[in-house]
């Protein structure tokens, strides 16, 4: 096998090293003495054991990896820019782009490589950080110089409703902290030495998004970017909706597929220039890199195109090869480069629909070998066993991930990404008749226009069948199905016996382990979850049972984009919620009540609750809301429990909100004063929730939790250095559980009842 498969021998030791590096945290001194051990005992056993020094080799490449994880994302040393900043505070930032920005409907998005930060001497470090610019701009590309003077922000710890942990993911990519801009009239750029190939590139795209929208309508123009090489900044946020509830938003992630057309629409275009073979590989290639590039360097094109070049490198030299290796080979070298990469979602959808279609296709394609030669067969069923593979494997880790799957999906994609493949060759024909003469361009784009609506048309019929969509409230089965799939395809793959026995144990400790843990942890049904939103905090009451829950919101800020779809349905979504009974709007700006309203509506809520001073608001908006409100009994209130609660249930006024269930109760408040301390104490509140930015002395601190108070749960804690490190006054309990918890910092917090 290792002769045969080395790629796929070694990988393995590299994902295990990348793992125990994460997991481990063990010292890179450790890692690095550790490799260079199993390298030295490899190259004295290699002519007298090869067996033990091949897997010696392996072992040495597993903590290479990991030496190179670790000194990437963990022991960064101490010249590393979190070592140099204070949460908050202002500095003189240097820097220089370091990728290109990211253009989302709440702004702009940057990343930066500092060289340099200061108040009034300035220091040499090493890190990124992450500019966040309330304007969408385009003025910046990567390898602008820059020089600004901000507020850094640490990362938000914790995962959010949804179990994505923000800070994880820029951890990842590098990221130390986050600045706001408004936008970069205070920037200073130097945008000087813009001739390299990334500037190139982009100037390229530029020039073929512009291309598009010369010559086609605007939606089809934004869908055509998208599908060549996935340029998404211009899609509508409802059609971008209608590709996920479809299951076909992997056509707006450039894949494999595009860049099988791209090779192959190069190959016709040269083919009357007679051009010898090795001349013909180097254009190709020299194709590849540019669209790589282009693609902005996403996973699925990364690892097509080094699938690709090794196989025109295959061609050239005249050697056999085999898809197997070639897709092991492809995601070493990712890995290798940059291990994280190992948990980038990309990442693993297109490695594992990539095997599971190379390694089952041909099975099941073997079965019907009588009929290979029927049109029917080649045009219908092939393309139904393809699409069917591809959704089988990549489904769980679509549910375990965005925890929906579209149910629709497989139809969807068998009827659309025949038309999406057409579509990515019109692009492509679209671009070379621009640039052959503007008027073949325009007749061109005449047709593609047609194919593009027509896309746009079945895109809506599938996307609207929203009943088709099943949610994922809890993952973690189908997490444990795929680990037993993937072992019954690693047993029918692998020929040895003795490879065989390891990978059944290993694999099924692995997934016992998993569904052991499914079974024994508690299903908390009876809880509170608060999770953070703009200005404030949302509370989800789930003691009535997911089917029938209630959402307390408090202090909302308006944003740019629609906080009911970006955060509080995939909340809901992630919770398991079927129905809202209450809602409950305690405070909110004027121009969030409408996404409260339409959050309303699509949950399906019995009643709205609304403190009496938004009640005239919320009459004002229902004059233009776009959503049915006035359906809805909506009551106002100023200081009253609910009537239909009898010992249990929400107690609400103008200034606090308490809950109580059966022997705990919860307040929340907006801030922290004498009134609610001496309130808190004398009812025995259990939990004090703070809406509003707190700035808590100790002393008040240690009153709280001397008087009962079990946690305090706040939004902000500007004052938390005051504290130091009184580990007795933050830990409550042997688990480490922590009195006060800052939704700032946590995300969300669950209280299990």
């Known amino acids: 096998m290792i002769r045969r498969y080395p790629a796929v021998f070694l990988l393995p030791f590299v994902v295990a090293g990348i793992l125990l590096a994460d997991f481990s945290r063990l010292p890179v001194e450790y890692l690095f003495l550790f490799s ?36 990437d994302f963990y022991d960064t040393g101490p010249n590393n820019l979190v070592n140099h900043f204070e949460n908050g505070r202002r500095y003189q930032i240097y ?121 086609l309508e605007p939606e089809p123009a934004a869908l055509a970017a998208g599908f060549l090489i996935g340029e998404v900044r211009d899609i509508p946020p409802e059609i971008y909706q209608l590709f996920r509830d479809s299951g076909t938003l992997h056509l707006l992630a450039v894949s494999g597929s595009n860049v099988a057309l791209v090779i192959g629409f190069l190959v016709i275009v040269l083919r009357p220039f007679g051009l010898s073979r090795g001349r013909r590989a180097v254009i190709l290639l020299a194709g590849l890199l540019v669209f790589t590039l282009l693609s902005y360097g996403e996973p699925s094109v990364v690892r097509a195109s080094i699938m690709a070049a090794l196989v025109i490198g295959a061609a050239l030299v005249q050697r056999r090869y085999d898809l197997n290796n070639l897709i092991a080979v492809a995601a070493l070298v990712i890995l290798l480069v940059e291990p994280s990469q190992l948990f980038n979602v990309g990442f693993q959808l297109s490695f594992v629909t990539a095997w599971g279609l190379i390694f089952i296709v041909p099975k099941i394609h073997a079965l019907f070998a009588g009929y290979h030669g029927r049109s029917w067969y080649r045009w219908l069923v092939m393309p139904v066993i393809i699409s069917s ?18 149910l629709i999906s497989p139809l969807a994609n068998l009827v659309i990404v025949p038309l999406v493949s057409i579509a990515v060759v019109g692009s492509l024909c679209l671009l070379l ?42 993952p973690s089965w189908i997490a444990a199905s795929a680990v037993y799939f993937a072992l019954v395809a690693g047993v029918i793959a692998i020929k040895s016996k003795q490879a065989r026995r390891v990978l059944v144990l290993g694999l099924l400790l692995v997934a016992n382990l998993i569904f052991v843990k499914a079974i024994v942890s508690p299903d908390r049904t009876d809880s509170v979850r608060l ?49 809202l009974r209450y809602l409950i709007v305690h ?63 929400w107690f609400l006024a103008v200034s606090s909100i308490g809950l109580v269930i059966d022997t705990s109760s919860i307040l929340f408040v907006e801030r922290i004063n004498d009134q609610v301390e001496a309130t808190a104490a004398s009812q025995g509140v259990d939990m004090l929730v703070v809406s509003r930015k707190t700035d808590i002395m100790p002393s008040r601190a240690y009153r709280l939790r001397s008087s009962g108070l079990s946690r305090l749960v706040v939004t902000g804690l500007p004052g938390s250095g005051r504290f130091g490190n009184d580990r007795e006054l933050l830990v409550v309990d042997e688990s480490g559980e922590l009195f006060i918890q800052d939704l700032s910092r946590l995300w969300s917090v669950e209280i299990s009842l």
Request: proline content about 3%; charged content about 20%.
């Open 389 to 406: 593979v591809a959704q089988l494997f990549s489904g769980p880790l679509i549910a375990l991930y965005f925890h929906r799957v579209p």
């Open 36 to 71: 260079l051990i199993a390298c030295l005992a490899a190259s004295v056993l290699i002519r007298s054991r090869p067996r033990t020094a091949t897997m010696l080799f392996a072992a040495g490449m597993m903590f290479l990896s990991a030496l190179h994880f670790g000194l």
């Open 587 to 649: 405070s909110s700006e004027y121009d969030a009540i409408d996404d409260l309203m339409r959050l309303a509506v699509e949950w399906r809520a019995d009643t709205i609750f609304v403190a009496r001073g938004l009640l005239s608001s919320l009459r004002d908006v229902r004059n233009y809301s776009e959503a049915p409100i006035e359906e809805y009994q909506i009551v106002s209130y100023s200081g009253e429990k609910l009537p239909e609660m009898d010992r249990n249930g």
């Open 531 to 579: 999770f953070s939103v703009p200005g404030g905090v949302a509370a989800v009451n789930c003691t009535n049972g997911k089917a029938e829950s209630d959402l307390l919101i408090t202090r909302l800020n308006s944003k740019r984009y629609r906080i009911d779809e970006k955060i509080l349905t995939p909340s809901l979504q992630a919770y398991g919620i079927e129905k």
């Open 95 to 215: 820097g220089v782009v370091a990728d290109w920005p990211e253009l989302k409907s709440s702004g702009t998005e940057i990343k930066i490589e500092v060289d340099s930060i200061g108040d009034t001497v300035m220091r040499p470090v090493e890190g990124c950080l992450l500019i966040k610019v309330s304007d969408s701009t385009t003025g910046l590309v990567r390898g602008d110089r820059l020089e600004f003077r901000a507020r850094i922000y640490s990362l938000k710890d914790g995962a959010s409703p949804s179990g994505f942990n923000y800070r994880r993911y820029l951890n990842l990519r590098g990221i130390s902290g986050v600045v706001y801009l408004f936008n970069l009239n205070n920037v200073r750029m130097n945008t000087k030495g813009r001739w390299t190939l990334l500037e190139w590139v982009d100037d390229v795209r530029n020039a073929v998004s512009e291309s598009f929208r010369t010559n």
């Open 433 to 474: 008749a621009h640039l052959i003469l503007p008027v073949l361009g325009a007749l061109t784009g005449s047709l593609l226009n047609l194919l593009l609506k027509l896309i746009l048309m079945l895109l809506r019929f599938f996307g609207e069948a929203q009943a088709q969509v099943w949610q994922v409230s809890d």
